[in-house]
Each structure stands twice: as structure tokens, then as C-alpha cells.
């Protein structure tokens, strides 16, 4: 199976700040990741797909990258709404495997 | 506008079964794969199950923590998806999402989610 390893496990900033979530995997995966935003209650949301591709309606200040097996979630101008807990997603094969999240709290 | 309704969540003994649906509306059902995500009390989200659409054959994948025990199934005709759920454990209590996957080429990747339903496994 491909582990998927986040980090930070959660991060704190300020409205305005950039935040950078990264997610490592275990394997090769080409650019088969996506990034979603899950808040309390409410049903996750598509951010980034295929690395770095932004989901239709998503605020340009998501971005994603990716460098060999390494990936990256840059929030930039950090907003109130962007409170909530991040996940990647490994696309590439079965079994589908996640990282274990990073919350991002606002100052 | 694209919806998916999931339903059938409750209170369940250990070892008992329930069965899960997901009710689309405002997409062609058909040409998407679906997927079962859970997320645990207090934990993150891990993937469950996926059911290919009709022109890939229609197969099935599970998490080893599932396989033998659940069974994902589709009705096109209604545009709904099942997750079947046996022998279930205080292990499976979670809320459980369904998750659409419009086969563009990317991967196994979820544009839309429903809001979930929650099942408790408790004695």
C-alpha cells in the first residue's frame, strides 16, 4: 500500500499569513493527489487535483505543487474560512490511502 | 446542481448489518464511479470502498479493514449507491460519506460529497 505522510499536524496563523501543508508518499504516484478541506459537520471538499490542478470555484489562493514523491497545499492570505483540517489523497491505485490531516487554526 | 444524499445510519449492535444509500440527483449517475469514505469519532478520513461505473466493468475495491464484510453495490436505473455493511464491530462507528468520481482522467479523485450519515456500533 502507499503511505501517505502529512505534516504539520496542525499549524496556527494569522489572517493574512501563508500556511504550507506537505504530504510525502511512500511511492511513486506521478501526480495522481488531491487536497481536501474538511470542516466540522460538513462534507469534505475537492480542493486540488492531480497536484496542482484548482477545483472549479475553489479561491486562488489554494495552490498545490509537487517535487518527486513530494507534495505541497499552500494557502496564501490566509482567511477566517479557511479554518478546518486538510487532507491529500493518493489517486494513482487502490487501495486509495489519505494522509492524516493537518488543522490549520486562526490566531 | 450535483447532490448525493446518503441515508440508513443508526444505532447497531456488534455483529449485526445495516445497509448505507446514496441518492444522486443532477448528474448522469452512470458515467460516475462512486466511493465510500469514514471518518471515526475524534480521527481522520479513511477510505472504504469503491464501485467502478458500468463501462469499466462495474468491479468493486475495499480497504483491507472492510474486505469480506462490506459490499458496495449500484443501481443506475435510480442513481443510487449501496454500501452493505456485515458483522460490523465498535470499529466501524463512524460517519460514513459518499463521494462521486467523475472519471476525468485524473485518477480516483472525489468532486462531491455528501454530508454524511452516522452509524454507531454499540451493545
Known amino acids: 500500500d502507499i503511505q501517505m505522510t502529512q505534516s504539520p499536524s496542525s499549524v496556527s496563523a494569522s489572517v493574512g499569513d501563508t500556511v504550507i501543508i506537505t504530504c510525502r508518499a511512500s511511492q511513486d504516484i506521478n501526480n495522481r493527489l488531491a487536497w481536501y478541506q474538511k470542516k466540522p459537520g460538513k462534507a469534505p471538499k475537492l480542493l486540488i487535483y492531480v497536484a496542482s490542478s484548482l477545483e472549479e470555484g475553489v479561491p486562488s489562493r489554494f495552490s498545490g505543487s509537487r517535487s518527486g514523491t513530494d507534495f505541497t497545499l499552500a494557502i496564501s492570505s490566509l482567511q477566517p474560512e479557511d479554518s478546518a483540517t486538510y487532507y491529500c489523497q493518493q489517486s494513482k491505485r487502490f487501495p486509495l490511502t489519505l494522509g492524516g490531516g493537518t488543522k490549520v487554526e486562526i490566531k | 446542481e450535483v447532490q448525493l444524499v446518503e441515508s440508513g445510519g443508526g444505532l447497531v449492535q456488534p455483529g449485526r448489518s445495516l445497509r448505507l444509500s446514496c441518492i444522486t440527483f443532477?448528474?448522469?449517475?452512470?458515467?460516475?464511479?462512486m466511493s465510500w469514505f469514514r471518518q471515526a469519532p475524534g480521527k481522520g478520513l479513511e477510505w472504504v470502498g469503491f464501485?467502478?461505473?458500468?463501462?469499466?466493468?462495474?468491479?468493486?475495491e475495499y480497504a483491507a479493514s472492510v474486505k469480506g464484510r462490506f459490499i458496495i453495490s449500484r443501481d443506475d436505473s435510480k442513481g443510487v449507491a449501496y454500501l452493505q455493511m456485515n458483522s460490523l464491530t465498535t470499529e466501524d462507528t463512524a460517519v460514513y460519506y459518499c463521494?462521486?468520481?467523475?472519471?476525468?482522467?485524473?485518477?480516483?479523485?472525489?468532486?462531491?460529497w455528501g454530508q454524511g450519515t452516522l452509524v454507531t456500533v454499540s451493545s
Open positions: 463521494s462521486r468520481d467523475p472519471v476525468r482522467g485524473d485518477g480516483y479523485t472525489f468532486d462531491n
Open positions: 443532477g448528474f448522469t449517475f452512470g458515467e460516475c464511479g
Open positions: 464501485i467502478r461505473r458500468k463501462a469499466e466493468g462495474g468491479t468493486t
